[in-house]
């Protein structure tokens, strides 16, 4: 089994900048995709970015040259920074993880964490 904990959501201003962690423990595989997908009241959860353990890196367009995923491999933890905040980034944030190299990690989920950006 794996646990996420995400931390790091609360409230930003439209224009500024917001970082999320993800910390993962448990069962985890050497070779494995973290991710972050929100999901915006009334609609649709939609991934955001992932990592793999090598370290590539994929964007959905809405938050490219905005946002920055990454990790620290030894501690098992993802980062999510956001910057350029826009009010429709406002959603419940949740961190995933699948224990191999996927397009769209989903085994092992957080708890989720709330962003919320005023303008």
């Known amino acids: 089994q794996v646990q996420l904990v995400e931390s790091g959501g609360g409230l930003g201003q439209a224009g500024g900048s917001l970082r999320l962690s993800c910390a993962a423990s448990?069962?985890?595989?050497?070779?494995?995709?973290m991710g972050w997908y929100r999901q915006a009241p009334g609609k649709r959860r939609e991934l955001v970015a992932t990592?793999?353990?090598?370290?590539?890196?994929n964007y959905a367009d809405s938050v490219k040259g905005r946002f920055t995923i990454s990790r620290d491999n030894p501690k098992n933890t993802v980062y999510l920074q956001m910057n350029s905040l826009k009010p429709e980034d406002t959603a419940v944030y949740y961190c995933?993880?699948?224990?191999?190299?996927?397009?769209?990690?989903?085994?092992?989920w957080g708890q989720g964490t709330q962003v919320t950006v005023s303008s």
């Open positions: 995933a993880l699948s224990n191999r190299w996927v397009v769209s990690p989903g085994d092992y």
């Open positions: 448990g069962s985890i595989y050497s070779m494995n995709t």
């Open positions: 990592i793999t353990s090598a370290g590539r890196t």
